[in-house]
């Protein structure tokens, strides 16, 4: 049993509203869907999804690594050696994890269908059959806001991420704080500011964030700015998480070691796939830090990637944020994500566990 082929196709899809958050207004997205096939017709799905807030990789790039520089490691290869062929691309695929990611999520759908096994199960075992997830409310006005944040609740979240850092320190305070007062003073809030306050600006925030309840504040410091941060962290009351400074484990390492947060991000796509957050999870652990699953609002494939990874992850410090499909105009896998009670079920069956519609594929396929 040898991979025959392996098959890059962008996708042409928006989202049902604009997405704001850091210094980025996401309206469509440049997902590109990853297809790896056996001798056989076996099929895996991979998922990239590069965001410029992340990296320099595009739709294109993505398209052109998989045609260029993906292809000729991969094909011939035995499907179900998924780390020796990842260990073999990392090295074409220097700070390119989204165009990674793509080819590792398929790797693992694609070994978990010959091997009759969920891809959790790969991942060391599943640990729960649901996941919970918090809502987001992406940044706007006040108002915008604090109606969002009383939807997603309507929806059944029990915690909310909200955005911070684009507008003067105080005004983004007072959305905040127009979002508890709406909300009422029981849902848990996260205020991810994608590393755009300083550290004077963190330190003056923290008492009035203590005072909203906030209970995570995400890469509130350049990622650069490890110094900076770990004052914040010394400062802070609130746990402090760290998600655009960690690409790989040994940035996990330096930030337990230098402790400048005191939870990571388990983010996928962002990381370069399951292989590398099961990696970033393991010294984690060792090192003392809190994890939690994390996305870039991808649709179903990579998601449902993320479900497995949370379903094997032990004791995560926080909600997972993998709602990534419920926020674009359509996808074209089954099961479609749904939250119930603030909870996505694992996908079952073996690989991810998924169906892929080829013919609404095929009708959101750029070529």
């Not at 049902?16 to 790896?36: A, C």
Request: hydrophobic residues 45%; negative net charge.
């Amino acid at each position: 049993m040898t991979i025959r082929s392996i098959e890059a196709i962008p996708l042409g899809i928006g989202f049902k509203q604009t997405f704001r958050f850091g210094t980025v207004d996401r309206t469509r997205s440049q997902n590109v869907v990853v297809r790896i096939v056996t001798e056989d017709g076996v099929v895996g799905y991979g998922e990239a999804c590069p965001v410029r807030a992340f990296t320099a990789e595009t739709q294109q790039t993505v398209v052109a690594l998989i045609d260029e520089r993906v292809r000729e490691v991969v094909v011939g290869q035995n499907p179900t050696l998924v780390r020796p062929i990842l260990r073999a691309l990392a090295p074409r695929l220097v700070h390119c994890p989204f165009t990674l990611a793509a080819v590792d999520i398929a790797l693992w759908d694609l070994a978990g269908k010959l091997l009759g096994v969920p891809v959790s199960t790969l991942l060391g075992g599943r640990l729960h059959d649901r996941i919970e997830v918090h809502g987001s409310v992406g940044w706007d006005r006040p108002e915008a806001m604090a109606e969002a944040a009383l939807a997603q609740l309507a929806a059944g979240y029990r915690t909310l991420k909200l955005y911070a850092g684009r507008d003067d320190l105080d005004a983004d305070l007072d959305r905040l704080a127009a979002v508890r007062a709406a909300i009422g003073p029981d849902p848990r809030l996260i205020v991810d500011v994608n590393g755009l306050w300083s550290v004077s600006q963190c330190l003056r925030a923290l008492p009035r964030l203590e005072g909203l309840g906030v209970v995570l504040l995400e890469q509130p410091v350049a990622a650069w700015d490890g110094p900076g941060q770990a004052e914040v962290v010394r400062a802070s009351r609130i746990d402090v998480c760290a998600d655009e400074a960690v690409y790989g484990p040994e940035d996990v390492a330096r930030i337990g070691r230098e402790r400048t947060a005191r939870t990571i991000n388990l983010g996928l796509s962002k990381l370069g796939g399951l292989a590398r957050a099961r990696e970033c999870e393991v010294v984690a652990r060792a090192v003392g830090l809190g994890v939690t699953v994390g996305s870039v609002l991808e649709l179903g494939i990579a998601t449902a990637a993320g479900l497995h990874l949370a379903a094997a992850v032990a004791a995560p410090a926080y909600p997972a944020y993998l709602v990534g499909p419920l926020k674009y105009e359509t996808d074209f896998v089954s099961p479609a994500v749904a939250v119930s009670g603030g909870e996505i079920a694992v996908p079952e069956g073996p690989g991810l566990g998924l169906a892929v519609d080829e013919e609404r594929l095929a009708a959101l396929d750029l070529r």
